[in-house]
């Protein structure tokens, strides 16, 4: 019922930044939590960043002060801004949407396809 569409990702040198965005669509949905996760082959899929209908944020330790996620609850869009990109962070970044259940929808959870972000020395 949720289609996620993720943008923004590519090669950037170290010291770098990037903004990632996601596009929520579909029908009969409310969203409760927008985020993003990475992922390298034979690593476990790590948070990176989430945040709320009411604006409440959570970050990963490693990125605090250096990432910011917002979003646009009128569009179903969340954006992560990544500023001093180090070579390490390398991975595909994934949005993830949790949703309210509604009297004509369950309550879930999406993943995007996402989108690869490589970060050079």
């Known amino acids: 019922q949720v289609q996620l569409v993720e943008s923004g990702g590519g090669l950037v040198q170290a010291g770098g930044s990037l903004r990632l965005s996601c596009a929520a669509s579909?029908?009969?949905?409310?969203?409760?939590?927008m985020g993003w996760y990475r992922q390298t082959p034979g690593k476990q899929r790590e948070l990176v960043a989430t945040i709320t209908s009411t604006a409440t944020t959570t970050y990963a330790d490693s990125v605090k002060g250096r990432f910011t996620i917002s979003r646009d609850n009128a569009k179903n869009t969340v954006y992560l801004q990544m500023n001093s990109l180090e070579p390490e962070e390398t991975a595909v970044y994934y949005c993830h949407v949790v949703l309210w259940g509604t009297i004509v929808t369950m309550g879930g959870d999406y993943w995007g396809q996402g989108t690869q972000v490589t970060v050079s020395s």
């Open positions: 579909g029908r009969a949905f409310r969203i409760k939590t």
